[in-house]
């Protein structure tokens, strides 16, 4: 009874000394929803959605619940007659049901949809600040959790991936990574070895909902076998336990995803057999290794025993898909690559934006800080400590290598960044120890706030300077994407609809329709009849839309991938279409209020 007495005792303590955790995770929330007011109003109002994945998630969202099974991805209305099978999961798709139907008890479907789209986002945020927080106190101590929340609110994926309505999968996927680090980094310590178990939850958890954390997963990966290296048989437990985590939630979270008929498939560009194989084979191998410990008492044979390891996982990936050791996107048409991906904003590479020197520099030079930070921590640390921040500083450092290739991998590596800061800014702290704790607090927020991206952002911003013409382009490609522009559309019959690519998951969403084409790499014949019949001259597109059963054709100016097309075609349909010429084989249905040209097909002559 008394030692029941001494946990709950211990239990309110704990409890007690996080009481200013949460004062500082609450005021980031609060100023959080603040900041994002007018987007919350606009979904709750409008039901708007401001990116094309997460309209695209709603429509799955809405196809579960309607009773679709849960291993079919396919989206029937996209890329007709047959449907597109996605390369999603529905890993996402089982918070955002339950809240809907939490919601749906009380509000109408599409409110209970509305709020559902405000609450997750929200919830996520939330726990990103908790996770940074814990990440931060296993890599430097206390103090810095404080400073971890301050730079997290402070950093720019809170408004990108964060804002209301972002129900796509980018949010999770950023949570499953600082959740992942953050375990790794404490199951270095041996007397800590459950927690390199845990850290293959969420890192399998991650792979079942898309492969864009794999890069970072190979450092996490390959920490706890250089520690083996290094250590010998002092880390063979360490070894084995997670080990024995990736062999029991690798598969868990492959058979919970993947259906048995897919089994024995690879796919480049979702979790499939050659990713499961390689994961498992790996497993094997530090089982096998950690098991072996006392015999592999000399450094040589350690190298030589992970080289086998290793060897022996790219051969298991090399052996099922090796065409997949390269760009995921591989099967990509060329054509769609170049009028499409290519002017995808989120798709391009950071020299994309040397035009914008303020969003260059507040996006990209906080994760270079937070890199210095690391290395500098990793430097002037021993033992245990040092190994952390050489592991945090080794995936900031893929994070913005693969960020120069794609701008959006900043959003997923600025977390891990502003958690080297954060230690940074508690080593400060520590110097700092006969000063005022005022003065203190007061000199370590504003350091934080000075290379933050959101301060960066702030202080590179010029007062009255003009809107750039990315900012003008945005707003006139915004009308074409806007809630209200649909109602029209929505009210025709259903039909079989071919428009630009970047507007399919917006037509999905908001009408009955049927869509050829939608921003999603996988949609290859789909995309590229509608890339070729607005290419074509207005006699070829005819043959080309009737041969594929469309009933209606839209176009949108100002439209991502309009300029790209007339730029391609100046004597195509999309050109015709953009200068407001009359073409023989489309009747133009007139819709008011919109900033649509529909049409539909005359009968053929």
């Known amino acids: 009874m008394s030692a029941l007495a001494g946990e709950a005792a211990e239990f309110r303590a704990r409890a007690r000394r996080e009481i200013p955790l949460l004062a500082a995770i609450v005021p980031a929330l609060a100023g959080a929803a603040l900041l994002t007011l007018p987007r919350a109003r606009a979904v709750w109002s409008a039901g708007e959605f401001y990116d094309s994945d997460d309209a695209m998630r709603a429509v799955q969202l809405r196809d579960l619940l309607a009773g679709q099974a849960w ?46 789209r405000l609450a997750f986002p929200f919830l996520c945020l939330a726990l990103l600040f908790a996770l940074a927080a814990f990440a931060a106190r296993v890599f430097a101590d206390r103090s810095a959790r404080f400073a971890a929340v301050w730079l997290v609110f402070l950093s720019a994926p809170m ?86 985590g990736l062999l029991v939630f690798a598969p868990l979270t492959f058979a919970a995803t993947v259906a048995p008929s897919r089994y024995g498939l690879s796919a480049c560009d979702a979790y499939s057999a050659v990713h499961i194989r390689a994961v498992l084979v790996g497993a094997l191998g530090f089982a096998a290794l950690a098991a072996a410990a006392p015999r592999l008492d000399t450094f040589p044979r350690r190298i030589v025993g992970l080289g086998l390891v290793g060897a022996a996982a790219l051969g298991a990936f090399l052996a099922s898909a090796p065409h997949c050791l390269g760009d995921p996107l591989v099967a990509l048409d060329p054509l769609l690559r170049d009028l499409w991906l290519s002017h995808v904003t989120e798709a391009k590479p950071l020299k994309a934006f040397v035009s914008d020197p303020a969003l260059l520099v507040s996006t990209a030079a906080p994760v270079l800080l937070g890199l210095v930070a690391a290395v500098a921590l990793a430097w002037r640390e021993r033992g245990l400590a040092r190994g952390r921040w050489a592991m945090l500083a080794a995936a900031i450092l893929i994070g913005f290598t693969a960020a120069l290739w794609q701008i959006r991998v900043f959003s997923s590596v600025t977390p891990l960044a502003m958690v080297a800061l954060a230690g940074a800014a508690a080593a400060l702290s520590a110097r700092l120890a006969g000063v005022t704790p005022l003065l203190r607090w007061l000199t370590i927020g504003l350091l934080c706030l000075f290379v933050s991206p959101m301060g960066l952002a702030l202080a590179l911003q010029s007062e009255g ?138 009968p053929a002559q």
């Open 71 to 116: 291993f079919d991805m396919t989206a029937r209305r996209l890329d007709p007659p047959d449907g597109l099978f996605m390369h999603w999961s529905r890993v996402v798709d089982t918070p955002l049901a339950a809240l809907d139907l939490l919601f749906g008890l009380f509000l109408v479907p599409e409110m209970a949809e509305r709020a559902t």
């Open 159 to 244: 408004f990108v991936q964060f804002t209301p309505g972002r129900i796509d999968h980018h949010a999770p996927q950023i949570l499953l990574l600082t959740a992942t680090f953050g375990l790794v980094s404490l199951g270095l310590d041996a007397k800590r070895p459950w927690a390199l178990a845990a850290a293959a939850a969420p890192l399998a958890l991650s792979l079942a909902i898309s492969l864009e954390n794999l890069p970072f997963f190979i450092v996490a990966l390959a920490t706890p076998a250089i520690l083996f290296l290094i250590e010998g048989k002092t880390a063979a437990r360490r070894l084995l336990s997670f080990a024995l």
């Open 465 to 602: 300077e003009a809107a750039p013409r990315e900012t003008v382009l945005r707003e006139t490609r915004r009308a074409c994407l806007a809630a209200g522009a649909f109602s029209g559309l929505a009210a025709l019959p259903p039909a079989r609809i071919v428009a630009p690519v970047d507007m399919g998951a917006h037509i999905l969403a908001f009408t009955p329709h049927h869509v050829f084409a939608a921003p999603y790499h996988r949609d290859n014949r789909g995309n590229r009849l509608a890339v070729d019949a607005f290419l074509a001259e207005p006699a070829a597109a005819e043959r080309l839309l009737r041969a594929a059963g469309a009933e209606l054709l839209l176009w949108c100016d100002g439209g991502e991938t309009g300029d790209a097309l007339i730029e391609r075609a100046p004597h195509g349909l999309a050109a015709a279409l953009a200068r407001g010429e009359s073409v023989p084989f489309l009747e133009k249905i007139p819709l008011e209020r919109s900033p649509f040209h529909v049409f539909a097909l005359r």
